[in-house]
């Protein structure tokens, strides 16, 4: 069951393992406001879901300010300066590998998204130190978490690919074994970090002892990231993309993230004029809007810095009007996905002075590149396997690019007064999902609680899978089925009712009497508390 909780009017806190939002809960409880939630918060998860997420990843950030201005914090780390082709095709590799030091190619980017935030926070008010604000992660990681059953599963189903991954046995397997469920395990040497960026401040991760001690771990397994690389990065305020709707206006974070095909769905599919949710139409209509959707970003996202058109161009009606006469609205049109893994968290904040926070943080695939930097406890990510090494590519690797980013947090201003932040985990069906949810509760009407819960689909590939069609979870009907196989949709349906593979959604809304509501999937280990 979708847990959720309702009719909150200081605040609150949503996150797909319920130690977070607990987290965040306190920090609302305690006079802080979303923005300061959200980072105990994003600290929290690190150290209670680390398969998923962790500081050696990235993280971005949607703000809706209590004045209504929105803006992203984007935290995206470049690749090293060493990371070239020429390295990967010296070592015989043909693409980037997944695991091992060569994986781990790209700054951490989240602690500087935190720092960003922290700014904000205090530009908006808030007054609870940082030591307060990572005390509970430290006491997490420190004191122990427990074992989830997703980080048991997938520890055990990852175990043969992390060979190369220098430090990933000694910190997520039991004397060499796959910890069971509800095993408690520690990160002493995390927790050591989380306490000196507490007392020295979160700049210490880049140009401080921890950033020193990370940089020395990765030369020595041999990341191409360097102490250069790490002093020389800040996270940044960008401007969102966006998109009016009927019903308001749509917020996504801006490239290198997917947030733009975000948009562009829902863009399309409101152009449908779809009546009804669950059938046919609902269905086939959101997955031929996705297929539009990807082929333009597959084209343009990429290093911001290497775009040159304005992308607002693809949020205006001149091309959305065309685009969407091009969907047949009885057959599915042909589908040569692109290959998109994810391991990410959702996690959403609001409080009583109209502050509402979006943020998603990841390390790209699980565990990401596997390697855990024995000085700090750092879990480096593996986002750089998204660069290509083929010459003429639209994300080539070159030192100091950034990677495109499946990451896209989704944040919606309603002209009814409600204000929606909610996304989800899962690569390519990160902006799959955020249209299901969003259609179903604002177009739809359906309660937030039964909006994630609901069956998904899944188009393409995710989670290391070869197959490129259609995937259901086995809730839908055998009629809907059916017909969506007659029109030329390549089905097959997952035999789980709530399925890992459709990710871990999320959602927050503000309603315009003050009071706050919050819902998180039943497909993690959901919390949703609130003041």
Not at 354 to 368: A, C, H, M, P, T
């Amino acid at each position: 069951m979708t847990f959720h909780s309702s009719g909150h009017r200081r605040g609150v806190a949503a996150a797909p393992h319920f130690a977070a939002a607990e987290t965040g809960r306190l920090i609302l409880a305690d006079g802080g406001n979303a923005l300061e939630a959200m980072i105990a918060m994003a600290a929290s998860i690190a150290a209670v879901y680390p398969h998923m997420n962790h500081i050696g990843g990235d993280g971005f950030w949607l703000v809706r300010e209590p004045n209504g201005r929105v803006r992203a914090i984007m935290a995206p780390g470049p690749a090293g300066a060493k990371a070239n082709v020429a390295l990967y095709r010296e070592r015989g590799y043909d693409t980037i590998p997944a695991r091992g030091p060569l994986a781990a190619l790209t700054v951490p980017g989240a602690v500087g998204g935190w720092a960003v935030a922290l700014d904000a926070a205090k530009s908006l008010g808030g007054r609870i130190p940082l030591r307060i604000l990572l005390e509970p992660a430290v006491r997490q990681a420190r004191e122990g978490y427990v074992v989830t059953r997703s980080q048991h599963a997938l520890t055990r189903d990852k175990l043969s690919e992390m060979d190369d991954a220098a430090g990933f046995a000694q910190t997520f397997l039991e004397d060499g074994k796959v910890p069971a469920e509800g095993a408690v395990m520690k990160q002493t040497a995390f927790a050591a970090t989380l306490d000196q960026l507490a007392n020295a401040g979160l700049d210490d991760f880049y140009r401080g002892d921890v950033g020193r001690e990370i940089a020395a771990d990765l030369e020595r397994i041999g990341s191409p990231v360097t102490r250069a690389d790490l002093e020389a990065y800040r996270a940044y305020i960008a401007k969102p993309l966006s998109v009016a709707l009927n019903v308001g206006t749509l917020y996504n974070a801006p490239p290198p993230t997917q947030g733009l095909a975000s948009l562009i769905i829902l863009a399309l599919f409101e152009r449908l004029r779809v009546q009804e949710a669950e059938n046919f139409d609902f269905v086939h209509g959101l997955v031929e809007s996705t297929k539009r959707a990807f082929r333009v970003r597959d084209r343009v996202v990429t290093d911001p810095k290497r775009i040159d058109e304005p992308l607002d161009r693809y949020l205006s009606a001149a091309f959305l009007d065309p685009e969407v006469d091009r969907i047949d609205r009885k057959k599915a049109a042909r589908w040569p996905a692109p290959y998109g893994e994810g391991d990410t968290i959702w996690m959403g904040a609001a409080d009583s002075s109209g502050l509402v926070v979006s943020y998603i943080q990841s390390i790209y695939w699980e565990f990401g590149s596997g390697c855990v930097l024995p000085a700090t406890g750092v879990l480096m990510q593996n986002r750089g396997a998204s660069f290509s090494l083929e010459k003429g590519a639209v994300n080539l690797l070159e030192p100091g690019r950034l990677p495109f980013h499946t990451l896209n947090p989704a944040l919606a201003v309603l002209k009814d007064g409600r204000v929606m932040a909610y996304g989800t985990m899962g690569g390519d069906g990160q902006p799959q999902t955020q249209a299901m949810i969003f259609a179903r509760h604002v177009l739809f009407g359906q309660p937030l609680p039964e909006a994630i819960e609901a069956p998904r689909w899944l188009l393409g590939r995710t989670w290391g899978s070869t197959h490129t069609n259609l995937r259901m979870e086995s809730r839908f009907s055998g009629g809907l089925i059916d017909r969506l196989m007659s029109a030329g949709h390549d089905v097959a349906v997952i035999p789980e009712a709530f399925s890992d593979t459709m990710g871990h959604a999320g959602a927050v809304v503000r309603h315009p009497d003050g009071t706050m509501e919050g819902a998180h999937d039943p497909r993690a280990d959901p919390g949703v508390f609130g003041v």
